[in-house]
């Protein structure tokens, strides 16, 4: 629930943002904004188009919710997808993937 809470976190604090491209990173437990270099993909890009783009991901979660919400993490990012369409991704402050907290 805590990963949950933290994404939609995430997700406000880019809404709100401006059109800079930055980052979103939480450093005890407080949310930030730098810039970022990171190559991500964009809102509205198919699976299909991520995996030829950038590979396969380090890892890949299961789809949560409904609608069904993925995630994939490569180094440096995470890709969220509503059924198979980005519909969010972020920096990641670690070269490893996060693990799956996730428990049913």
Known sequence: MQTRAL????VCALAA????VA???VVDDQVQVRESTVAKPKRGVTMTQVEAKFGSPAA???A???PPITR???PGFSVFFEHDRVIHSVATSGASPAP????P
């Open 60 to 62: 890949r979660h299961e």
């Open 64 to 66: 949560v919710g409904a």
């Open 23 to 25: 980052e979103t990173i």
């Open 100 to 103: 799956d907290t996730h428990q």
């Open 7 to 10: 994404f939609f976190a995430l």
């Open 72 to 74: 994939w993490d490569y």
């Open 17 to 20: 943002g401006s059109t800079a």
